[in-house]
């Protein structure tokens, strides 16, 4: 989701996974193309070993990776290379910190924002409050666990009231 108030590329971008605790460092997920206007959403498909629930709407990205329902951290990065690091037991550099756009980390994770976003299940998604708006760099308080309602680059613009300043 672009919070801000200008058009963002994210050609050359990734969307990159790591376990809650083990020792891997992340990997990418999927690699990113196209830009984003304020207020519009980007909806990224990754892997499923079974059918759950309803499909998504059609994704504006997709990547074969299995995602842990329950426990794992979700990087954002501006850099199409996967980090060599975990934030956990391999700590992230200060230059790969600085390749972070945005950290989320869920359940059990040992690296995060502020504090972890509770656990998630199969049947449960975490959504950041105010339709995408709050960004206050604390997983625990921007974020909310409840039913999926994905949103993609089809769904309806929501133009956040103040201007991104992470």
Known sequence: F?????????????????????????????SLTGSLAPGQYL????????????PLP?????????????????ALVTAATALACN???????ADQLAQIKDLVGYGTANF???????ALSNTTSAARAANGCTDTDNNLGDFSVGAPA????????HVCAAADVA
């Not at 995060?112 to 509770?118: D, L, R």
């Not at 994905?150 to 613009?157: E, F, I, M, V």
């Open 112 to 118: 995060f924002e502020g504090a972890a976003t509770p």
């Open 58 to 74: 059609t994704p504006d990205a997709t990547g074969a990776t299995l995602m842990s329902a329950t426990g794992g951290k979700v």
């Open 87 to 93: 934030g956990g037991s391999a700590p992230c550099a």
């Open 2 to 30: 672009n919070r801000g108030t200008s058009t963002v590329s994210l050609t050359g971008w990734s969307l990159q996974y790591a376990s809650a605790t083990g020792t891997g460092n992340f990997t990418v997920a999927t």
């Open 43 to 54: 909806l990224v498909q990754q892997g499923g070993s079974v059918a759950n629930g309803v």
């Open 150 to 157: 994905p949103r993609s680059t089809a769904s309806p613009l």
